[in-house]
């Protein structure tokens, strides 16, 4: 069975950090491009950033310089380490995966992140 799982979300101060984690099954990550997804109450889903299958990494301008996006092949995990958070970056991140940057085809329940003193 494919799909992606996420984990690592919680509350967290303003200038503080979190790690999630997108765990996969059912299909290598290596060879798939797994994003970075988050939606606030009434916003849009933004996506905040991309690691394709050769590696590069994208991220939305709001996040760039903050967030980083790795791969551990040997875990078949994805993670999303998050610095200086803000209160904007509250949101239900969810994690994607498809064969590129620009279509998915599994998506995870989400994780709550919540940045507040």
């Known amino acids: 069975q494919v799909q992606v799982v996420e984990s690592g979300g919680d509350l967290v101060q303003p200038g503080g950090s979190l790690r999630l984690s997108c765990a996969a099954s059912?299909?290598?990550?290596?060879?798939?491009?797994i994003a970075w997804f988050r939606q606030a109450p009434g916003k849009e889903r933004e996506r905040v950033s991309c690691?394709?299958?050769?590696?590069?990494?994208y991220y939305s301008d709001s996040v760039k310089g903050r967030f980083t996006s790795s791969r551990d092949n040997a875990k078949n995990t994805v993670y999303l380490q998050m610095n200086s958070l803000k209160p904007e970056d509250a949101a239900v991140y969810y994690c994607a995966a498809g064969e590129s940057c620009s279509y998915f085809d599994y998506w995870g329940q989400g994780t709550q992140v919540t940045v507040s003193s």
């Open positions: 059912g299909f290598t990550v290596e060879y798939y491009a």
């Open positions: 690691i394709n299958s050769s590696g590069n990494t």
